[in-house]
């Protein structure tokens, strides 16, 4: 009997598509063949190559008979679509693949998304995909759209993430089940660019099931070009606009059919925040005639998209947006400039009624108003030295060698003021680090109307001797210079013509056969840059040699060493190789005796508790070695005759490894064993309303693993500070305490506010503590003016992501109604951050950045909270307090829970709504008296420990002549 030899059919056919790319094409095709999974057919659709593409196409066939097949379209289609279109046609596996020639699949996509498939019948499985940067010198790679791809998950519609519909658009890092492709007549559009979007949304909406896998299935290549494309060529590309836009409008169609509201939404969004900001980047470069043609094409598309879409919109895109559907270009040009450099200040703004605008058009319409309205972007509360400024290029001319530059700086809200001494310099700096950097002075800067113009003659070809070879780009800055305070701006290129300016002469230190000129160019963010080039022959026939050295054997081991060399400095300061060496090495140090590390909110302030028995230790002169530890890039407002260590650094390290004693009010890194020389006592921060420790339901749900490494944490703890029976019943409780680590001290911190109190209730001792007096002053508010604290928590959402700060109340009002006797302290969580509108001034104060609380409270007549711990410590000075609950229920009925119910128990009142909120600060008087029997029995529930001498009991205790050491 005769044995049928007819192949089976593959289990997958890949699609590679090509044009014009007979290099990177067996590449491609050679990723296919080397997968793991070994049924895999190829099929190379070549959409009539001018190159040698189908000659290598029908090698490839040839060399590899039943496995690749080389097919042909009879003229080019001019996009993706068609070629994969034929390539399904021929196809003859159970599922598709597609894949562009330049780039490559990972060895075991096919196998792990055909497993997918198989295993949950999904018509549709989708992978990760990694663009892979291959003019990159570092090798960077970066993800695409990750988070849809961190577990295995299947859906039984795209509409249960419509996450995947919106963002993951691509065609290539998917497997289509065949039949599936061909039941539902799904083809590739012809004739049109972006046919990834329409088609992947027909592809998902048609799906029954689509899987989604973790794995890397496909290796996306790209080339990543600084410099900008030719105005000339892009004048035409208007067409790529209208295509983006037409497929759009195709793809609402189909969800408007199927009523996918809210994919439609979605997408709508991501269309503003992402597609029209490609485009919109490009405006700056691009003549009026094009800048019309693309306002009508987008006011014709985005006038129909719902005002829920646009509500999505941070300020600067919304304002880009109805700026561009006015063809308002001259203030349109600044906001694209401050959308590509978020946080730079490109317009002068203008100040109505309190508030800051973008521009003084348009406030007559009332929603304009409230588009144009930057008050919250915080640019009115900026000094100099903390803003960016748009530095707009006026003036680039060449002479030779020497190269005229010209600009004009924004000024907003008169910031730098008409008398003011002006300086300033241009700088050059090689874009890689570490490398030169060449001044050059701009005489006479001054001011024009509402900007700062500036001018200088800069001798480049004399002055800037680049290296040659690893200073490629050079990037150019302006520092300005203001009666002392200095501002940077980067050059940003707009209406100024690069294109035709000649280069400049340059010699560089390995001679002109390295490079001969320096030629102008636009950064990705719009600003000046120059880069170095080869014009004359000689210097092109020595970069060429140099190229192919950088590529020969012994350069690739030079730079294999170089990068071996440096994983090895990165690897040597990571925080697993830092955990090693202070386990293995550092706490075998010796102890160094009366050596004391203080940390007060993991390193962020000099405040609190330890900063209280700090000071008392320096008061009594007691024999220590303070260290305390800081985050960020320098200290601010620490002791200078204590030593200071940055956190997470080796000298940080090495000092918690050999002290005596720790002391702090949150933790230390977890990870960091504490040796059983070392002393730790912990002050804490707060007494507890809501649910603490192994109390909060979301440590519990923690694995045994985390749940008990946690808890070692924990255990590093001799001693825990509380300030009454409360701490006792919750805190400690909470964090599993055992009694004997217990110090029943009350909390350091809080002695300068028993004392206050004492003073008031002793009228001979003065009623205003000296410290408060002098942050009184420093902050301009006149004596006689009563002083409210507000000091509210912060909040979460659902994820427990720290919501942006809102005022729950008008802050204008406030400051209308009580402003003329009364100054509002605001003192936001440190999680938030706070912005105040200019009309408030002098009337609302921001003291969010005041490291210590404590002189604020003191300062203050009355505290207005909500359901900060600050309520327990204020409530000791015997004044009143304002419970402004207006969102109690979301707050106590989370899934964390209270410990008691302030409601109930307040010890003041508590308004739910803001004009219950202004009653009751109408009634100051008398809620003193009304209140001040609940107020006693508040502070001796929840504080009865804090008696004015806890900072002495602790110093005492471990540091006096019979001090513990444990």
Known sequence: MAVSTVAPDPDVSVVVIVYNDQDRLPTAVGSVLEQTLRNVEVIIADDCSTDGSHEVAQALAAAHPGKVRAIRLPENSGGCGEPRNQGVKAARGRYVMFLDSDDTLEKNACRNMVDAADRTGADLVSGLCVRVHTDNRHGKRTLWYPWLYRTTRTLDSVAELPDLFVFDTLSTNKCYRRGFLLDNDLAFPRGIHYEDLLFSAQAYLAAERITLIPNTVYHWNVVQKTAVKSISNRRGEIANFAHRVEIHRRIDALLDRQGQDELKLRKDIKFLKHDLVLYLRELPFLDDDYRHRFAELARGYLQDFPEAAYAELDKIHAICAQLLLREDWTDLMPAIDALLNRGKVATPLVERDGRVFWTDRYLDDPEMRAVLDVTPLGYHAKRLNQMFLRNRLTEYTVHGGDVTLAGRIVN???????????????????????????????????????????????????????????????????????????????????????????????????????????????????????????????????????????????????????????????????????????????????????????????????????????????????????????????????????????????????????????????????????????????????????????????????????????????????????????????????????????????????????????????????????????????????????????????????????????????????????????????????????????????????????????????????????????????????????????????????????????????????????????????????????????????????????????????????????????
């Open 412 to 966: 907003p809200l008169h910031t730098v003021a008409a008398d003011a001494e002006l300086t300033a310099e241009l700088e050059f700096k090689a874009r890689r680090r570490s490398l030169q950097t060449f001044r050059f002075p701009v005489p006479a800067p001054r001011h024009e109307g509402e900007a700062i113009t500036w001018r200088a003659e800069v001798p480049l070809a004399r002055l800037l001797r680049p290296l040659g070879i690893v200073d490629d780009v050079w990037d150019v800055r302006l520092h300005l210079t203001a009666d002392g305070k200095r501002t940077t701006s980067r050059l940003t290129v707009g209406a100024v013509d690069l294109e035709d300016a000649e280069p400049v002469p340059v010699r560089p230190r390995l001679t002109r056969l390295m490079a001969d000129r320096l030629e102008a160019q636009v950064s990705a963010k719009g600003h000046l840059a120059f880069r170095l080039t080869q014009q004359g022959r000689l210097a092109r026939t020595g970069r060429a040699a140099v190229e192919r050295n950088l590529h020969g054997r012994p350069a690739r081991v030079a730079k294999s060493a170089y990068r071996k060399a440096r994983a090895v400095r990165r690897e040597l300061n990571s925080g697993t190789r830092k955990l090693q060496v202070y386990e293995r090495m550092l706490t075998k140090l010796p102890v160094r005796k009366g050596t004391v590390v203080f940390e007060s909110h993991l390193g962020k302030q000099y405040s609190d508790s330890p900063r209280a028995v700090y000071e008392e230790l320096r008061r009594r002169g007691t024999p220590v070695t303070p260290i305390w530890s800081y985050a960020g890039e320098r200290p601010r407002g620490f002791p200078e005759d204590a030593e200071l260590v940055r956190r997470w650094s080796w000298r940080y390290l090495k000092a918690l490894a050999q002290a005596e004693y720790w002391i702090d009010n949150q933790g230390y890194p977890l990870r960091l064993t504490k040796r059983p020389e070392t002393t730790y006592i912990q002050t804490w921060h707060g007494s507890a309303l809501k649910r603490m420790g192994f109390d909060e339901p979301g440590l519990r749900m923690l694995s045994e693993v985390e749940q008990l490494a946690y808890q070692q944490a924990l255990d590093r703890f001799d001693h825990f500070v509380v300030r009454g029976e409360h701490d006792v019943r919750t805190l400690a409780r909470a964090y599993r305490i055992p009694e004997h680590k217990l110090l029943r001290t009350g909390y350091p911190r809080n002695d300068a506010l028993v004392r206050a109190r004492e003073n008031q209730e002793n009228p001979e001792k003065g009623t205003q503590h000296p410290e408060a007096l002098r942050l009184a002053e420093r902050l301009g508010i006149e004596p006689g003016r009563r002083v409210l604290l507000y000091a509210p928590t912060f909040r979460a959402q659902a994820g427990g992501k720290v919501r942006d700060f809102a005022f729950p109340f008008d802050v204008e009002d406030f400051a209308a109604r009580f402003g003329d006797d009364c100054v509002l302290l605001v003192r936001a969580h440190y999680l938030n951050r706070l912005t105040l509108p200019p009309s408030v001034a002098g009337r609302v104060i921001d003291v969010s950045a005041e490291p210590d609380i404590t002189p604020l409270m003191l300062l203050a007549d009355a505290l207005i909270t909500d359901y900060s711990s600050v309520m327990f410590d204020y409530a000791l000075l015997q004044r009143p307090i304002v419970f402004y609950a207006y969102d109690w229920e979301e707050y106590a009925e989370d899934i964390r829970g209270t410990y008691f119910d302030l409601l109930a128990e307040a010890p003041g009142p508590v308004p739910r709504t803001p004009d219950e909120l202004f009653a009751a600060l109408g009634d100051l008087k008398n809620l003193r008296t009304t209140y001040e029997a609940r107020l006693k029995e508040f502070v001796d529930k929840y504080g009865e420990y804090d008696r004015g001498d806890a900072a002495a009991q602790i110093v005492d205790r471990f540091f006096g002549p019979a001090g513990e050491t444990r």
